[in-house]
């Protein structure tokens, strides 16, 4: 353990409930573990996503081996026999400490009640308070309750009461209360809007106590840099930009190789951001200047010996990436959210294996729970709508194990669609340096090819 590790445990301990929002890659798994060792805690619940079910159980048999974890997921039969094993094996008296592994579907159908510790990972999930999830977290009681997390906050300073609603329910009883003591309210064109924090300071210090945030910059010096991440801008085809202009007006695109009618507006932002990116996945036969660019940075690194981490919003894109690498000589394996999970550790493996430099294509939502310090170079082939998605793809590459710098690029279009991409992301950027002061999105250019 390093000292902010140590640190962290102790105030786990002394806290009991409180977010522990420390960037990704620095242990905030083994932290947690270690902190409900320390206290003696006989039963605890975590909440994660499937993808990262694995990494608890891993994690547990590691820095806890006389504990015992069941997993509770997957369709309902399958999840309720494992919630049954737990009982079991809670109840018997034999176990130190008996853990409930569950995705945030499957917990819901947990009625168990006396958790001694609750433990939700990835939870910037409970960030939208009018969910049913999050009314179901807020009826959970535990002595000890634990939020982890690497991006906290998805878009505004507001969101965060959610987790202060969690931790102490009684002192954030009202969202309203709360919201007008240390935000900016005012009446827009479309209702009541919620802006930042009237005083960054003043709120930073109110926050201090619930939640613990370092930074790898801080606490991890011995990790190689990660450089700023850097944007591309790419001009498209002029046919693709004729198909773009024809969708937006009259929500047709005409072409030789093909016509696309969208039912109605709403399909419109998808099918935009799918045209920009490849539009063969939209059945038109036309160059994709993103993929070719995006392949032209993977073989710069490829000839200089780097692999490369290439994400991608929709699935469909992969197959046009994986032949423009083919095409190149460069090797590349591929995985999605699509894949089961013990499948996609096979590819890593053999990816993080594989001798010489190779491409790895990853959907972007696919952003938790998995390394691949092999490479150090991330490119995204268009980009996600979730700025949450882009930090945690980011970090895949620059966590314990990495050994070089990282560089990051953002290859988008020169289109309109991607520009306003860029603005959201780069507000919810905004928002969130006020609150935790992190590290910037995106702040240099990289002129294409």
């Known amino acids: 353990m390093r000292d902010y590790q140590k640190e962290g445990i102790d105030r786990l301990i002394n806290s009991k409930r409180i977010g522990l929002f420390d960037e990704m890659g620095l242990g905030k798994t083994p932290q947690t573990i270690l902190s409900l060792r320390r206290s003696k805690v006989r039963s605890c619940m975590v909440i994660c996503p499937s993808r990262v079910i694995r990494v608890w159980e891993d994690e547990v048999a590691k820095w806890w081996p006389q504990a015992?974890?069941?997993v509770s997921e997957g369709p309902e039969r399958s999840a309720a026999a494992g919630r049954k094993r737990f009982l079991a094996g809670a109840t018997s008296g034999k176990e130190e400490c008996?853990?409930?592994?569950?995705?945030?579907?499957?917990?819901?159908?947990?009625?168990m009640r006396g958790w001694q510790a609750i433990v939700f990972d990835e939870a910037h999930k409970l960030t939208n308070r009018k969910t049913q999830l999050f009314r179901w977290a807020a009826r959970q009681e535990s002595d000890f309750l634990f939020l982890l997390t690497g991006t906290p906050s998805r878009k505004s300073a507001e969101q965060l009461w959610n987790y202060l609603h969690l931790i102490d329910p009684d002192k954030f009883r009202s969202f309203w209360k709360w919201t007008k003591t240390y935000l900016h309210i005012m009446k827009g064109q479309f209702g009541t809007e919620i802006l930042?924090?009237?005083?960054?300071?003043?709120?930073?210090?109110?926050?201090?106590?619930?939640?613990?945030?370092?930074?790898k910059?801080?606490?991890?010096?011995?990790?190689p840099e990660k450089l700023p991440p850097q944007k591309v801008v790419v001009e498209v085809d002029s046919r693709v930009a004729k198909l773009y202009d024809q969708l937006v007006e009259?929500?047709?695109?005409?072409?030789?190789?093909?016509?696309?009618?969208?039912p109605n507006r709403l399909a419109l932002t998808t099918r935009l951001r799918q045209l920009t990116i490849c539009p063969?996945?939209?059945?038109?036969?036309?160059?994709?200047?993103?993929?070719?660019?995006?392949?032209?940075?993977?073989?710069?690194?490829?000839?200089?010996?780097?692999?490369?981490?290439i994400f991608v919003p929709f699935k469909d894109v992969i197959p046009?990436?994986?032949?423009?690498?083919?095409?190149?000589?460069i090797p590349s394996y591929s995985i999605h959210g699509g894949m089961k999970r013990k499948d996609t550790d096979e590819v890593l493996q053999r990816f993080q294996n594989c001798s010489g430099p190779a491409a790895l294509i990853a959907t972007t939502?696919?952003?938790?729970?998995?390394?691949?310090?092999?490479a150090n170079v991330n490119i995204f082939c268009g980009l996600d709508w979730d700025r949450i998605n882009c930090l945690q793809s980011e970090d895949r590459t620059h966590r314990h194990g990495q050994t070089k710098v990282v560089s990051t690029y953002y290859v988008m279009s020169n289109l309109p669609i991607d520009r306003s991409q860029l603005d959201a992301l780069n507000m919810k950027h905004r928002v969130n340096n006020i609150i935790f002061n992190p590290k910037q999105l995106l702040r240099s250019d990289r002129k294409a090819k």
């Open 196 to 215: 930042g924090p009237k005083d960054p300071e003043v709120f930073r210090a109110h926050l201090a106590p619930y939640f613990i945030q370092r930074l």
């Open 280 to 309: 063969k996945v939209l059945g038109f036969d036309l160059p994709s200047s993103l993929i070719e660019t995006t392949t032209d940075i993977a073989e710069e690194a490829y000839h200089i010996g780097d692999s490369s981490v």
């Open 365 to 374: 939502s696919l952003g938790v729970g998995w390394s691949a310090t092999k």
């Open 320 to 329: 046009e990436i994986e032949g423009s690498l083919r095409a190149r000589g």
């Open 68 to 70: 015992k974890c069941y």
């Open 250 to 262: 009259e929500l047709i695109a005409e072409h030789e190789s093909g016509v696309l009618l969208l």
């Open 217 to 223: 910059n801080d606490v991890r010096k011995d990790l």
């Open 98 to 111: 008996s853990f409930l592994i569950t995705t945030y579907t499957s917990a819901q159908k947990v009625k």
